[in-house]
Nanobody
Framework: VQLVESGGGLVQPGGSLRLSCAAS????????MRWYRQAPGKERELVAF????????KYADSVTGRFTISRDNDKNRVYLQMNSLKPEDTAVYYC?????WGQGTQVTVSS
C-alpha cells in the first residue's frame, strides 16, 4: 500500500496550491479519503473528507470556502485545492485512506 502526496511548496498569502495524493495497493474507490495537516507544535487535524464515490465532502471550519477536496477513482488520486492561503495554513499535509497514511507534503505560506 502506498499513498504519495505531492504539490506542496512555498506560496505567498492569498495564493493557491493544489495537493495530489496518488494511491496504490488497495481498493481506492471503496475508501473514503481524508486530508489532515499538522503544524509545528500542534496536533494533527482533519482538514477535509470525501466519500468513496465523491458525492459527499466535509471540511474543517477553518478551511471551508477556501479548500476543495476531490477525487478521481479512475486515476486512484485524491486532490486538495487550496485557495486564499493564509500563514496559519502552514503545515505538513497528509492524505489518509482507511488505516493508511502518506508521508506528507510541506505547505508553507509566507511572504
Amino acid at each position: 500500500v502506498q499513498l504519495v502526496e505531492s504539490g506542496g511548496g512555498l506560496v505567498q498569502p492569498g495564493g493557491s496550491l493544489r495537493l495530489s495524493c496518488a494511491a496504490s495497493g488497495f481498493a481506492f474507490s471503496s475508501y473514503a479519503m481524508r486530508w489532515y495537516r499538522q503544524a509545528p507544535g500542534k496536533e494533527r487535524e482533519l482538514v477535509a473528507f470525501i466519500s468513496s464515490a465523491g458525492g459527499s465532502t466535509k471540511y474543517a471550519d477553518s478551511v471551508t470556502g477556501r479548500f476543495t477536496i476531490s477525487r478521481d477513482n479512475d486515476k486512484n488520486r485524491v486532490y486538495l485545492q487550496m485557495n486564499s492561503l493564509k500563514p496559519e495554513d502552514t503545515a505538513v499535509y497528509y492524505c489518509k485512506g482507511g488505516v493508511y497514511w502518506g508521508q506528507g507534503t510541506q505547505v508553507t505560506v509566507s511572504s
